[in-house]
C-alpha cells in the first residue's frame, strides 16, 4: 500500500518562546508533556504530537513524518526508495520513543528534505483538549498538508509518485516552474512540490472542523499580532475556505475549513489561479525572515 497521510512535522526553530504563543494560543493545538527535552510537543487528535519543535543552531525542517500500515508496508516501501537509489535509516528503539511510533525509516527526497515514514503511533488515551477550537480535520485524512520546496519538482513528482505511491490530483504552472498537488487519501492534496533552489518547508495547513473556527483565528492572529500573509479566500483546487500568516520562522501558515474530500481515482487537472476569491498577498513584515527558499 502507499502512504496513508500526514502524520507530524518536527521543526528546528530559533526561538521555542516564540512557537509557544504560536502553537498555542493562536493555532490552539494541545500542549503536552513529550519525550524530546527541551522541545514543544503538540497534539491535535487521539494521536501523539503532530508538531513538534526544537530549537536548533540551523534552523528548518527537521522530518516530515508520514504515516504507513504496519511493518509489513514500511518495509515494503523502504525497499522501493532503496531500490530508487536512496539511503535509508532505520529508526531505533530510542528514535523510535522519541517520536511515539512503533517503527520507522528515515531518507531524504531527490532535493534533501528530511522525510520519516513511520508506522504504529502509541497512543496515550488522554482526551485531547482543545479550548480555542471545536476540533481539527484529520483522521483519515492525517495532519494536514504540507508543500515541500524541491529543487527539480520533475524528479520529486516521480519519487513520490512513482516509489511512495502518492497520486497527482493537481498542477499549477509557476513562472520558476509546474507546482504539483499530490494526494494520498480523500484530503484532496497531503503534499505540495513548490519549484526552488533548495529544500525547504515552504507551507503546512491544519484543518478545522467550524467555519466558526476560522473567523475566532482570524480574530486571535488580529489580538496577538501575528503577521498576516494571505487573506481569506477559497482555493480553486481543494475548495477551501483559509486564510494564511506568517510562523515565527516564516513559513506560510494555512488556517483552513471545508476542504473538498475525493472519494476514489478521479483525473488529473491544472489550476490557472490559486483562490477562486480572495487571498490577497501581503509581504513579511519589515525586518522578518520571510518565506524559506
Given at each position: 500500500?502507499?502512504?496513508?497521510?500526514?502524520?507530524?512535522?518536527?521543526?528546528?526553530?530559533?526561538?521555542?518562546?516564540?512557537?509557544?504563543?504560536?502553537?498555542?494560543?493562536?493555532?490552539?493545538?494541545?500542549?503536552?508533556?513529550?519525550?524530546?527535552?527541551?522541545?514543544?510537543?503538540?497534539?491535535?487528535?487521539?494521536?501523539?504530537?503532530?508538531?513538534?519543535?526544537?530549537?536548533?543552531?540551523?534552523?528548518?525542517?527537521?522530518?516530515?513524518?508520514?504515516?504507513?500500515?504496519?511493518?509489513?508496508?514500511?518495509?515494503?516501501?523502504?525497499?522501493?526508495?532503496?531500490?530508487?537509489g536512496v539511503e535509508t535509516h532505520a529508526g531505533s528503539a530510542e528514535e523510535c520513543?522519541?517520536?511515539?511510533?512503533?517503527?520507522?525509516?528515515?531518507?531524504?527526497?531527490?532535493?534533501?528534505?528530511?522525510?520519516?515514514?513511520?508506522?504504529?503511533?502509541?497512543?496515550?488515551?488522554?482526551?485531547?483538549?482543545?479550548?480555542?477550537?471545536?476540533?481539527?480535520?484529520?483522521?483519515?485524512?492525517?495532519?494536514?498538508?504540507?508543500?515541500?520546496?524541491?529543487?527539480?519538482?520533475?524528479?520529486?513528482?516521480?519519487?513520490?509518485?512513482?516509489?511512495?505511491?502518492?497520486?497527482?490530483?493537481?498542477?499549477?504552472?509557476?513562472?520558476?516552474?509546474?507546482?504539483?498537488?499530490?494526494?494520498?487519501?480523500?484530503?484532496?492534496?497531503?503534499?505540495?512540490?513548490?519549484?526552488?533552489d533548495g529544500p525547504a518547508l515552504l507551507h503546512f495547513m491544519i484543518e478545522t472542523?467550524?467555519?466558526?473556527?476560522?473567523?475566532?483565528?482570524?480574530?486571535?492572529?488580529?489580538?496577538?499580532?501575528?503577521?498576516?500573509?494571505?487573506?481569506?479566500?477559497?482555493?480553486?483546487?481543494?475548495?477551501?475556505?483559509?486564510?494564511?500568516?506568517?510562523?515565527?520562522?516564516?513559513?506560510?501558515?494555512?488556517?483552513?475549513?471545508?476542504?473538498?474530500?475525493?472519494?476514489?481515482?478521479?483525473?488529473?487537472?491544472?489550476?490557472?489561479?490559486?483562490?477562486?476569491w480572495g487571498h490577497r498577498y501581503t509581504p513579511p513584515p519589515a525586518g522578518a525572515?520571510?518565506?524559506?527558499?
Amino acid at each position: 500500500m502507499p502512504v496513508l497521510s500526514l502524520g507530524y512535522l518536527r521543526l528546528g526553530v530559533e526561538s521555542t518562546a516564540q512557537w509557544k504563543s504560536f502553537a498555542d494560543d493562536f493555532l490552539g493545538m494541545m500542549p503536552v508533556d513529550g519525550p524530546l527535552s527541551g522541545a514543544l510537543h503538540y497534539r491535535m487528535d487521539d494521536y501523539p504530537p503532530r508538531l513538534v519543535v526544537a530549537e536548533s543552531a540551523a534552523p528548518g525542517l527537521d522530518a516530515v513524518g508520514f504515516e504507513v500500515l504496519d511493518r509489513s508496508d514500511l518495509r515494503e516501501i523502504v525497499g522501493r526508495v532503496e531500490a530508487a537509489g536512496v539511503e535509508t535509516h532505520a529508526g531505533s528503539a530510542e528514535e523510535c520513543a522519541l517520536r511515539q511510533v512503533t517503527g520507522f525509516a528515515a531518507f531524504d527526497d531527490p532535493s534533501g528534505n528530511r522525510v520519516e515514514l513511520f508506522y504504529g503511533p502509541v497512543l496515550s488515551h488522554r482526551p485531547v483538549d482543545l479550548p480555542h477550537v471545536s476540533g481539527f480535520v484529520t483522521g483519515d485524512q492525517g495532519m494536514g498538508h504540507v508543500i515541500l520546496n524541491a529543487t527539480d519538482t520533475e524528479a520529486a513528482y516521480e519519487f513520490y509518485v512513482g516509489v511512495l505511491g502518492f497520486v497527482e490530483r493537481n498542477s499549477l504552472q509557476l513562472p520558476g516552474g509546474i507546482s504539483y498537488f499530490l494526494g494520498c487519501n480523500p484530503r484532496q492534496h497531503t503534499l505540495g512540490l513548490n519549484p526552488a533552489d533548495g529544500p525547504a518547508l515552504l507551507h503546512f495547513m491544519i484543518e478545522t472542523e467550524s467555519i466558526d473556527d476560522v473567523g475566532k483565528a482570524l480574530d486571535r492572529a488580529e489580538t496577538l499580532g501575528i503577521p498576516m500573509m494571505q487573506s481569506l479566500g477559497k482555493h480553486t483546487n481543494d475548495r477551501m475556505l483559509s486564510f494564511y500568516v506568517y510562523s515565527p520562522e516564516g513559513h506560510a501558515t494555512e488556517i483552513g475549513w471545508g476542504g473538498e474530500r475525493i472519494e476514489g481515482a478521479a483525473p488529473t487537472y491544472r489550476i490557472t489561479e490559486g483562490a477562486i476569491w480572495g487571498h490577497r498577498y501581503t509581504p513579511p513584515p519589515a525586518g522578518a525572515k520571510g518565506l524559506p527558499r
